[in-house]
C-alpha cells in the first residue's frame, strides 16, 4: 500500500509532499519554541489535533465547537464566549478551559490535562496575536455543507460490504461514500451518503459485525493519522481518534464489535474500545508499517501484517506480541505483506502480499518452532500477477478473492478454499486493483483500484455487471478536460 504514494494523481499527490515538507519545518522550530515566537502551523494545532479535534470538528461539535477551522476556534461554541482573544489569553476563554486546578481541567474532557510545556505554548502563541501561519496549501477543509469535490476519480484504496449486502463502503478523498448495492448493480452512480471527515486520505473501511457501525482508517500524509467510527443509519459520526502523524491502515473490528484494531506507520498496532474511544491495544513487535488486522474468532488475539515480510500474533488482553505466524527465516518471504483476512468460523489466516501468492495459514502452531520452518502454513494459491493487495474469505468460507497489480493491470481471482482450485477471473479490469470484496452469498465481487472506477462481477462467470464512479464527479470540469 505504500504504493499510493506514488499512484495517487494531482492534488492529492502535490498536497502529500507539502505536508510533509511542513513537519521538516516543524522538527526544527518546536526545539526551540520557548525562545523563538510560537507557531500555530507548527506547535499549536498539533496540540489541538492530537487532543481536541476528535471532539471539535465538523463532522463531531463537542459543545457547538469546531477547531479545525481558525475562524471557528476563535469564535467558539455554545458559550458564545469567544474561545480565543488574540492577545489576550486571560480573556481567552479556552485557556481557562485546559488551565487545571487541582490537577484537573475542563477540556480535553474525560483526560489527563495538557503538559505545561502545551498549555505555555498556547498561551504564548494567544499573547502574541494568535496569528495565522497555516500554508495556503491546507486551507481547503471539507465538510457536508462545503464537500469535496472531483474532477476526476480517486484511487479506490477501499471497500467493504455489509454484513446484510444491502450497502457498499468505498473511500472518496476526504470522504466515505455510502453506495446501495443493487444500484451500483444497474450501473446507477448515485450515491447514498457522504461520511466527510478530516482525513484526506482513506486507507481501510470496515462495518462492524452488526453492521450498525462503520470504522475508517486513513490520515493526511506527514500531518495526521486517524481512526474514525460512524453510525451507519445516522451517516454521523461516533468520534474520531488522531494518532500519530502519518496514514493509519487496515481497521478491523473484534468478532463481538467491542474494539477495533488497526495499523499505524510508526510500526505500531493499535485498538480502541468503541463504548468509550480509550486505547486498549499497543504494540511494537514489528519494523515496518502495520497495514492490515484481523481478531481471532473468540476475540482474544490480533493478527497483524507488515511491511516487515511478517504476520504476528499478539495477545489482545496483555498486549503482548506471542508468535511470529509466518516463517522467520531470511528470505522465505518475498516482500511485505499487503493484506489479512480470517476464516470466517476457525482460526486460519489468509495473506496477500509481495510475493503474488495468496496463502492459508494456522493461527496457533501445533509444534515448536524449528529455524527455518514454515509449519503454519496450510496451502498456497496459485500464483497471481504482479503483488497482491487485498484478499477476503466468502462469508462462508467457501471461497476466497485476491486483487492483484502489476505493471499497472488489475487481476481479481476467486478460488476455492479447500482445495485450492482457482474457480473464476474478473473479466475486463480496468487498471491496478487494491481492493477486493464479496457480498454474503458470494454471488458478486465488488473492485477497486487506481482507475477510481467501481467494479462489480460475477463471481462465478467473471463477467463484468457495471462499473460505476464512486464521488460525484464536477461535470464542467470534465467539459473542460
Ligand atoms: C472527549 C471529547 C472532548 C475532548 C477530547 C475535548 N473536548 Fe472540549 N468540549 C467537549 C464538550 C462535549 C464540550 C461542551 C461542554 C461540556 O460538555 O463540558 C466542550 C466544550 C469546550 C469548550 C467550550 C466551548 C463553548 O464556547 O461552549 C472549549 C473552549 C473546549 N471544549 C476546548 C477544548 C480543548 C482546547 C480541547 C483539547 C485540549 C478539548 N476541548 C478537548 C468535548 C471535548
Known amino acids: 500500500m505504500s504504493d499510493f504514494f506514488c499512484h495517487h494523481r494531482s492534488i492529492v499527490f502535490v498536497m502529500c509532499c507539502l505536508f510533509v515538507g511542513a ?75 485546559i488551565t487545571p486546578s487541582d490537577g484537573a481541567a475542563e477540556m480535553p474532557k474525560n483526560a489527563k490535562p495538557l503538559t505545561d510545556a502545551d498549555i505555555a505554548k498556547i498561551t504564548k502563541w494567544i499573547a502574541a496575536g494568535a496569528k495565522d501561519d497555516t500554508p495556503e496549501s491546507a486551507r481547503r477543509r471539507f465538510d457536508s455543507d462545503n464537500p469535496p ?69 486513513g490520515g493526511s500524509p506527514g500531518r495526521l493519522g486517524e481512526l474514525q467510527i460512524w453510525n451507519v443509519a445516522d451517516r454521523a459520526m461516533v468520534f474520531s481518534n488522531a494518532v500519530t502523524f502519518d496514514t493509519c491502515y487496515g481497521a478491523s473490528w473484534s468478532p463481538d464489535g467491542k474494539l477495533v484494531a488497526f495499523g499505524c506507520p510508526d510500526n505500531t498496532v493499535r485498538a480502541i474500545r468503541v463504548e468509550d474511544g480509550k486505547q486498549v491495544l ?27 515480510r511478517s504476520m504476528k500474533l499478539m495477545e489482545v488482553a496483555t498486549e503482548r506480541f506471542i ?33 503474488g501468492v495468496p496463502k492459508i ?21 496459485p500464483e497471481m500477477p504482479g503483488r497482491v493487495f ?55 465481487v465488488v473492485s477497486g483500484g487506481f482507475s477510481g472506477n467501481l467494479l462489480v462481477h460475477d463471481a462465478a462467470t467473471g463477467e463484468r455487471k457495471s462499473i460505476v464512479v464512486p464521488v460525484p464527479l464536477d461535470k464542467t470540469q470534465i467539459a473542460n478536460k
Not at 291 to 305: E, I, P, Y
Not at 361 to 379: P, S, V, W
Open 323 to 355: 508468535d511470529n505466524v509466518t516463517s522467520i527465516t531470511p528470505g522465505a518471504l518475498k516482500g511485505g505483506l499487503h493484506a489479512v483476512d480470517r476464516d470466517p468460523a476457525k482460526d486460519e489466516l489468509l495473506i496477500g502480499g509481495s510475493d
Open 390 to 444: 487485498d484478499v477476503s474469505y466468502s462469508k462462508d468460507g467457501k471461497k476466497i478473492v485476491a486483487g492483484s497489480s502489476y505493471n499497472g493491470n488489475g487481476h481479481v481471482h476467486v478460488f476455492e478454499t479447500e482445495s485450492g482450485k482457482k474457480l473464476a477471473e474478473m473479466k475486463d479490469v480496468d487498471g491496478a486493483i487494491y481492493t477486493a470484496a464479496f457480498n454474503p452469498d458470494a454471488t458478486i
Open 361 to 381: 495459514y494456522r493461527m496457533f502452531r501445533e509444534q515448536d518452532r524449528k529455524i527455518g520452518d514454515d509449519f503454519n502454513l496450510i496451502r498456497k494459491f
Open 282 to 308: 499497543f504494540n511494537g513487535a514489528h519494523n515496518d508499517w502495520v497495514l492490515d488486522t484481523v481478531f481471532s474468532v473468540k476475540g482474544t488475539n490480533l493478527v497483524t501484517v507488515s511491511r516487515d
Open 23 to 97: 513537519v521538516v519545518v516543524s522538527a526544527d522550530e518546536s526545539a526551540d519554541a520557548d525562545t523563538a515566537t510560537v507557531s500555530f502551523w507548527n506547535d499549536v494545532r498539533p496540540i489541538f489535533q492530537a487532543h481536541c479535534q476528535g471532539c471539535h470538528q465538523p463532522a463531531k461539535k463537542g459543545g457547538e465547537y469546531d477547531m479545525t477551522s481558525l475562524e471557528n476556534l476563535f469564535k467558539g461554541g455554545e458559550s458564545e464566549e469567544a474561545a480565543i482573544v488574540p492577545g489576550d489569553p486571560a480573556g481567552s476563554n479556552l485557556i481557562g478551559q
Open 149 to 217: 469535490t472531483y474532477s476526476a476519480a480517486p484511487v479506490i484504496t477501499a471497500v467493504a460490504i455489509s454484513p446484510d449486502g444491502n450497502l457498499v463502503a468505498v473511500s472518496g478523498y476526504h470522504e466515505v461514500l455510502l453506495h446501495e448495492t443493487d444500484k451500483l448493480i444497474a450501473g446507477d452512480a448515485t450515491n447514498a451518503g457522504r461520511l466527510i471527515g478530516m482525513s484526506e486520505r482513506i486507507e481501510s473501511v470496515a462495518f462492524s459485525p452488526d453492521g450498525k457501525m462503520l470504522a475508517v482508517a
